[in-house]
């Protein structure tokens, strides 16, 4: 079993920045990929950024060149940094670890204003 928590999200002004925290607890030696999805009001839940098999990285077109993601195995975190933040960056924000199975946070909500 893997506990993931996330923090750091909040309201801010379109072209702001937010850097979200997921912290893993459990069986983190276990976990191969991590990273964020987000899911907007009345829309499927998209992937943000993950880091695969604790290497590369991997990004949704619409955040590349204004978000990274950083992995930190040591403590089994991950961070996302939001820059250049856009209205429809909006949305529940979840961390995503993969072991054998999916494992998700609850979500923290970034609400970016226009």
């Known amino acids: 079993q893997v506990q993931l928590v996330e923090s750091g999200g909040g309201l801010v002004q379109a072209g702001g920045s937010l850097r979200l925290s997921c912290a893993a607890s459990?069986?983190?030696?276990?976990?191969?990929?991590m990273g964020w999805y987000r899911q907007a009001p009345g829309e499927q839940r998209e992937l943000v950024a993950v880091?695969?098999?604790?290497?590369?990285?991997k990004y949704a077109d619409s955040v590349k060149g204004r978000f990274t993601i950083d992995r930190h195995n040591a403590n089994s975190a991950v961070y996302l940094q939001m820059n250049s933040l856009k209205p429809e960056d909006t949305g529940v924000y979840y961390c995503?670890?993969?072991?054998?199975?999916?494992?998700w946070g609850d979500g923290t909500l970034v609400t970016v204003s226009s």
């Open positions: 995503y670890a993969k072991t054998f199975v999916d494992y």
């Open positions: 880091v695969v098999n604790g290497v590369g990285t």
């Open positions: 459990g069986a983190t030696y276990n976990i191969n990929d």
